[in-house]
């Protein structure tokens, strides 16, 4: 297994563990420039972009070009040896829906020149060209439209609401809620998701697929709910909601569930202190003070 990463939200460290491993190799590789890939390859799975609201509106431009660029080298790829292609599009590609829940019938309602544009847009024509791969070339493809999916290894300043709320409130810090807290999120354990793509990459499903947990709540009780799990004594702030900020993000998961017979199985509360313990680890490491070499 080759993994190529240009590291510009993301860090080596996140594979750390996987250094004594003879069948994983990384490499430091930006996917929106040409590149080779020597031997056979039997899967192509494209899963570069920055997914937090904060790194792509920070690089909205790289994010445009790894969405358009990038996906068509990895296709490419994927004709040239012959494998299936799976890209991770989002929930983002429906907006800020008219539909509630989400399925994948559902066009969305998308503002191509708002902020979020830059990611909602990249997602959506990574969707088309991929569709286009498989008509032209007969490549076996899938997409995937990811919901929010939290987890050990996401950065504390991601800027998403589960390491925002949770950094916050194991510092002791208020837990901002944009606007009254009213607009909806559900919330996937990583595993999950991957067991997701998975099953996905092996089936013959072509069209989009939603990947996420149905669980819907809204951003205040997920806030309170953190509070509970962490047992933090945190207040809770309001600030203004941000642009184009989508008010439901709910998957439907019919699709899923009679195609792949996938549905998450990882609760809640039990996936939170999971990630609660990894940012706990986190937080202690950062507070530690340097070690000083010994004589």
């Not at 996937?188 to 709540?217: A, F, H, Q, T, W």
């Not at 940012?279 to 003070?289: C, I």
């Amino acid at each position: 297994m080759l993994g190529l990463d240009s590291f510009l939200t993301g860090s080596p460290s996140n594979v750390a563990h996987l250094a004594g491993e003879s069948r994983f190799q990384l490499r430091e590789q930006d996917i929106t420039q040409p590149f080779s890939i020597e031997g056979p390859v039997d899967r192509v799975v494209n899963m570069a972009s920055p997914a937090s609201p904060r790194d792509y509106l920070e690089h909205p431009i790289e994010t445009l070009d790894v969405g358009s660029a990038g996906t068509r080298r990895m296709l490419d790829l994927a004709v040239a040896k012959g494998a299936r292609f799976l890209t991770a599009s989002t929930s983002e590609c429906y907006g800020d829906p008219l539909v509630h829940p989400q399925a994948e019938s559902y066009w969305g309602n998308v503002n191509p020149v708002g902020p979020r544009s830059c990611y909602d847009e990249s997602k959506r024509f990574a969707e088309a060209l991929t569709m286009a791969y498989h008509r032209t070339h007969g490549l076996r493809t899938n997409i995937a439209r990811i919901f929010n999916t939290y987890g050990p290894r996401m950065k504390l300043d991601d800027g998403r609401v589960v390491p925002a709320f949770l950094d916050a409130a194991l510092r002791g810090a208020p837990l901002t809620v944009f606007g009254d807290g009213s607009q909806t999120r559900s919330f996937c354990y990583v595993s999950d998701l991957v067991d997701g793509l998975c099953k996905l990459m092996l089936s013959e499903e072509r069209y989009p697929v939603n990947l996420g947990n149905p669980r819907e709540m809204t951003i205040l009780e997920f806030a309170r709910h953190i509070l509970r799990v962490t047992g933090a004594s945190s207040e809770i702030v309001f600030d203004s909601l941000p642009e184009d900020d989508p008010q439901q993000r709910q998957p439907d998961i019919a699709k899923a569930r009679a195609l792949l017979g996938w549905e998450p199985a990882v609760d809640l509360d039990d996936g939170l202190a999971i990630t609660v313990e990894y940012f706990r680890g986190v937080q202690a490491s950062a507070a530690a003070p340097p070690q000083t070499p010994g004589n």
